[in-house]
């Protein structure tokens, strides 16, 4: 008999993988962050609505009352407010260390519920993240842009910066766990075009015509398609089985950064990187995963609430 996990297990892997490589896309498109994040709400928004026409998901569709509509809508805020610091980030230091340093999210999004939702926080998580945050400084001291220069301040703040973000549009989506994510998503993405369009304005557009070609790209690949594997996939894993496999994404994110963009790992940076990711992904007592929560997620939905 076939293995049942095994279609998801190869979904979320491909998931997994193609986050790695979103960094490669937003800089290969030579585009400014602004107009990476429009165009991903754009070209997945429209992609999502299609795909939810199809599965017939609209027929018995009602407008949500309207404290979830706004709900909603602060979350695609966030959501997408961290895509355009994280994309940002990539240019001011690397992918590798922009996408490792995000990973602090999950740390980020327990201190958050302690803050505003009265969640007690265990001893063992101060220590993780003690431990990546540590591993966060280590990065910063020791770590080179792609350019041979040492990274930016700047890049990894915004990397964090990214990730509380993306923590807070998880904590949304605890609030909104019973719409169907896919919809969700694609209200979300609207929301982030529209705030978004402005930028137009003063954001030029890529010079080249292959730059609007790995846009294109962004918002298909790794964002419609992805969302879809991810939504296919995550209610039919074990939670270890997703918490293991989200090593994929930082993993994917190093080795592109290194074989494409010629990012030299000093041994300091690669101790960091790893204290960061062994901190945040590490399992918690009771058989838990700090890095998977079935109710949030990177794109404000049931998806591990690590990053994207």
């Not at 770590?143 to 923590?167: E, S």
């Not at 954001?203 to 962004?218: D, Q």
């Amino acid at each position: 008999m076939k293995n049942p996990e095994s279609r998801p297990l190869v979904q979320w892997s491909a998931a997994m993988a193609l986050s790695g490589t979103i960094g490669a896309v937003v800089l290969e498109s030579g585009a400014a962050a602004p107009l990476v994040a429009f165009a991903r709400c754009v070209v997945g928004g429209v992609l999502l609505v299609l795909w939810c026409l199809a599965r017939g998901w609209f027929r018995d569709w009602r407008p949500p009352p309207v404290a979830e509509l706004v709900t909603a809508v602060l979350g695609g805020l966030l959501l997408v407010g961290n895509w355009v610091l994280l994309f940002a980030s990539y240019a001011l230091s690397s992918i590798s260390v922009s996408t490792v340093v995000y990973h602090t999210q999950p740390l980020i999004l327990v201190g958050l519920a302690t803050v505003f939702l009265g969640e007690k926080v265990s001893r063992s998580h101060l220590v993780r993240a003690g431990v990546a945050f540590a591993g966060v400084v280590v990065i910063a001291l020791s770590a080179h842009a792609d350019d041979g220069q040492p990274v930016r301040l700047a890049g990894i703040a915004l990397a964090l910066g990214a990730a509380v973000l993306y923590a807070g549009a998880s904590m949304v989506a605890k609030q909104l766990k019973h719409i169907r994510p896919h919809l969700l998503a694609a209200v979300q993405l609207t929301a982030g075009a529209v705030v978004l369009a402005p930028a137009l304005a003063f954001t030029p557009l890529p010079h080249a015509a292959s730059g609007l070609l790995w846009l294109v790209l962004l918002g298909t690949v790794h964002t419609a398609v992805m969302y879809v594997l991810m939504y296919a996939s995550i209610g039919r894993l074990p939670t270890t089985t997703v918490a293991l496999l989200s090593y994929l994404y930082p993993v994917v994110a190093v080795v592109v950064d290194v074989l494409a963009f010629g990012h030299e790992l000093s041994w300091p940076e690669g101790l960091g990187m790893l204290a960061v990711l062994a901190a945040a992904l590490a399992p918690r007592r009771g058989g838990g995963s700090a890095a998977v929560s079935r109710d949030s997620g990177r794109c404000g939905t049931r998806t591990p609430a690590r990053p994207r």
